[in-house]
Every structure is written in structure tokens, then in C-alpha cells.
């Protein structure tokens, strides 16, 4: 399953992470790839720095606020976020995340997180590709608009071939390690909150809350 959410980053919270980007360093990204992932990743993604970690604070905070993130993710842990530009003729062949990241400590990827900082009239080509069971799907948001999906999918970036793309990533460690288990506390989630929404704190709201809190405690490992 993966979530694309909407105005993840308002207007404001948007133009100062462009702005920024514009006064950072940038390294090539193969620097950090898996073994197996170096070969095909041509990008630039901007070194650490002072300036780099404010923003880094700035994407995680907007994540940890977005309601339609926790209930999708259960988030335990999330990476640093990467800052990634990508220009004309560079791109991000076909792989898969690494299981296991190391930050300050380690960290087991069950979800990736895609931050779109650049508009899709900005740049051509870029599309981020999931394979799925069912074919493939491109994906081209609006800038401030995110996307999340399982950390197991091969995917991909298409080239650029004008213009530019900046995104912000990150991979998240989540409370419920099953992607299934997941996605039916996502589907209880969303039907308790439309129960409240038409009749507040019902009976029938109370017995979906009981079953989502149960399957939690029953699936929920740190």
C-alpha cells in the first residue's frame, strides 16, 4: 500500500526549505548508496551542515504533526532526512532500499517517504516509479506533496531531462513491521475517525477504537 499526502508542507514551510537549498553544499549521491544501489543512482543529494539539520528538523516535524502520516507509518523511528537534487540527464535506476540503516544507531526500513519539493511543471521526466503486483505506477506530485510506500518495492527515478528535481527522503522504522497488519490499522483508523466525525463519541465509534487499540497491543514491537 502507499499513501500520497497532500499539502504535507504549507506555502511558508515550502519556500524556506527552497530557499535554503539554494546556500547548501551538495555531494554526489552514490557516496551513500547501498553496494548494489551505487551503480545506477546519479544524483546529488546536500551534505550535512548546520543549515542542513535545521530543514532536516523542519521535514520531520511536518511528518510527525500529519495525522494521515502516523496512521499510515506507526512511526518508531525515522531516518535523517536526505535532500536530493536531481538534473537534466541524472536519475535513479531500478533497486531496492536497504533493510537496515545506520544513523546513530540501526534502523530496519519498513517504509520510504518521498517529500516533493519542486512543482511537476519544473521539471520534465523524474517520475518516481513503484513496481507493484499489479504493473507499475509513476509518481509526479505537487511541491509539499508526500508519498509513502513500503521499503520493499523495487522502484525507481526517471531521468530528468529538463529542469530540475528536488525532493526530501527518509525511511521510517514502524511499530507494526507487517505491511498488511498495517494497512488494516490504517482501514480502522479511517472508520473511526468518519464514525466521529458523524456521531462523536458513539458506541459504534468506541467498538472500532477497542479493535484498532487491541490489534495495536497485539502487533505493536519496538
Given at each position: 500500500?502507499?499513501?500520497?499526502?497532500?499539502?504535507?508542507?504549507?506555502?511558508?514551510?515550502?519556500?524556506?526549505?527552497?530557499?535554503?537549498?539554494?546556500?547548501?553544499?551538495?555531494?554526489?549521491?552514490?557516496?551513500?548508496?547501498?553496494?548494489?544501489?551505487?551503480?545506477?543512482?546519479?544524483?546529488?543529494?546536500?551534505?550535512p551542515s548546520v543549515a542542513v539539520r535545521q530543514?532536516?528538523?523542519?521535514?520531520?516535524?511536518?511528518?510527525?504533526?500529519?495525522?494521515?502520516?502516523?496512521?499510515?507509518?506507526?512511526?518508531?523511528?525515522?531516518?535523517?532526512?536526505?535532500?536530493?537534487?536531481?538534473?537534466?540527464?541524472?536519475?535513479?535506476?531500478?533497486?531496492?532500499?536497504?533493510?537496515?540503516?545506520?544513523?546513530?544507531?540501526?534502523?530496519?526500513?519498513?517504509?520510504?517517504?518521498t517529500v516533493f519539493l519542486s512543482g511537476p511543471d519544473e521539471y520534465q521526466g523524474g517520475e518516481l516509479v513503484i513496481e507493484n503486483a499489479s504493473g507499475e505506477e509513476g509518481i509526479k506530485l505537487e511541491a509539499g506533496s508526500a508519498v509513502v510506500y513500503p521499503s520493499t518495492t523495487l522502484h525507481r527515478v526517471e531521468d530528468v531531462t529538463s529542469g530540475q528535481r528536488l525532493v526530501a527522503l527518509t525511511w521510517v522504522e514502524s511499530l507494526i513491521r507487517d505491511d498488511a497488519a498495517r494497512e488494516i490499522l490504517f482501514d480502522l483508523d479511517q472508520a473511526r475517525r468518519s464514525i466521529f466525525a458523524d456521531e462523536g463519541k458513539s458506541p459504534r465509534f468506541d467498538l472500532v477504537s477497542k479493535s484498532h487499540a487491541n490489534l495495536m497491543r497485539r502487533w505493536a514491537k519496538r
Open positions: 500500500m502507499f499513501i500520497c499526502i497532500n499539502n504535507l508542507l504549507n506555502s511558508a514551510q515550502l519556500s524556506t526549505l527552497r530557499e535554503g537549498l539554494t546556500s547548501v553544499s551538495f555531494e554526489e549521491g552514490g557516496k551513500t548508496a547501498g553496494w548494489h544501489a551505487r551503480e545506477v543512482k546519479n544524483n546529488y543529494q546536500a551534505s530543514m532536516q528538523r523542519h521535514i520531520r516535524q511536518a511528518l510527525a504533526d500529519n495525522a494521515l502520516f502516523n496512521s499510515v507509518a506507526y512511526p518508531a523511528d525515522m531516518m535523517p532526512v536526505v535532500f536530493s537534487r536531481t538534473g537534466a540527464g541524472e536519475g535513479y535506476g531500478r533497486h531496492v532500499d536497504d533493510a537496515v540503516m545506520r544513523a546513530e544507531g540501526l534502523l530496519r526500513s519498513d517504509l520510504s517517504v
